[in-house]
C-alpha cells in the first residue's frame, strides 16, 4: 500500500494540473486498471476533476502501444465531432500531457500512469436502469464504430493479442484445467461440461472472418455499460471510455459484448443464478439502437452474425472468469473468493437463456 502511495504521489508531481491537488480517491469499478479520480482547485476557486489510472502492464505489456492506439483515435474522433458540431472536450477522452510534454508518465517501478479530464454531469451504469439508456448506449456504440470506419486500422496495435479469439479462450481453459494449480478443478465439472459441449460454436465467428464473410473493422472490444458515460440530465451517451483494447474486430463483439452486460437482469457477479436471466426485450431494444446508427454500414451478413456475436462474447467471457478461477484470479479485479466463479455463472445462465430465444426468433 505504502508503495502504490508513493508511486502515487511520483505521478501526482508529473502533471501541472489546473491548481492545487486537493483529493486524490479510488474510483469506478473496472476490473482491470487502478483508477483514481483528482480534485484540484484553481486560483479561482473552482475545482477541475481528473481520472488517474495506472495502466495494468500483466495485461498491457506495451502501455505506450495503448496510449498511441488511444492518441490516435480520440484526436481523429475530435476532429470528426468539431465537423459534426459536437463538443470535442466532452464526447471524446483528451489523454492529458505530462509537464515534459508526454502523453502517459512511466515511474521509477516502471509503471505507466495516464490523466483524463474527468466528465462531469454525467452518469456511469453498472446494469439497465430503463430501456431509454439502453437505446442509446447502442447508439453510441453503434455510431463510434461509424465515426472510426475511415480510420486507419493498419496504423492500430494489437494491445493484447488474439482479445475475442473465441477459440484460443476455450484451448486457454482447457491448459488451465490440466494444470489445475489451485485444486479448484473438481468443483466445476458442471460448468466445463456446459462449455465442451460448445466447442464447435467457438469457432463460428472467427472461421467467418477468415474466409473474408465479415469485414474487420475499428472496434472498441469491450462495450459494457460501465465503459460508456450518459448524461445526467437527458441520459443521452456523451462519452466513449476505456479505449484500451481498440483493435481491429468485428462488429459482432462490440454488439455481443454490449449485450452480455446489458441485456441482463442481474450483476455480472450475482451469485444467486436464479436471479439472472437474458431479457430479450433490451436485446431487441439495443438491436434496433445499434441499427439506428450503424445500419447504414453493415452488410447482410455482419447483421445475421450479431446473435453469434452475443452468444458467443459471453460464452467467451464466461470462459475467460473460470480460467481466471483455475489460475488463481490474476486477470480480473476480486473483492471476495469465489467472485469469478459467480461471474462465470452467471455467464453460462445467459448463453443458455440465449440460446433458447435465438432458436425459436
Ligand atoms: P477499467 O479498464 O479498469 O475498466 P475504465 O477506464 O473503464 O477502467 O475506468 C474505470 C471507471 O472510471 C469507469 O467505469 C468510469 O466509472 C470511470 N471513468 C473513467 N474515465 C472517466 C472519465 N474520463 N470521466 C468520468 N469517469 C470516468
Ligand atoms: C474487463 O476493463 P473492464 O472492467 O471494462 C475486461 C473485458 C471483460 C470485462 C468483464 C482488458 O473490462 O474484456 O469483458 O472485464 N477487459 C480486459 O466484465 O480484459
Ligand atoms: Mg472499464
Redesign the pocket.
Known sequence: MEDTQLCLKEALEAYAWNGRVEDVRR?????????F?VAARGMDGRVTRY?L?QI?KNIFKKPEEVMENIVGVTLFLKDKIMRNGGDPERET?TALLTTDGKPYFRDAKQEYWRV?????D?V?LQQVENKAQFFESARSFGKFMRLLGSYPAETLHETIPHFHDTPSRYDNLMKALEKDAFGRAASVEKELEFIRARKEDCAHLTRLKAEGKLPVRVTHN?TKL??I?LDVVTQEGI?I??L?TIMPGLAAYDFGDSIRFGAATAAEDEPDTSLMHFDAKLYQTYLDGYLQEAGSVLTEEEIASLPWGAKLMTLECGMRFLTDYLEGDHYF?ISHPDQNLDRTRTQLKLVYEMEQYFSKN
Open positions: 474510483y469506478g469499478a473496472g476490473h482491470i486498471n487502478d483508477t479520480a481520472i489510472q495494468n477522452l483524463f479530464p474527468f466528465i462531469e454525467t456511469c469491450d460501465n465503459n458515460l462519452c471510455i476505456d484500451d479485479k
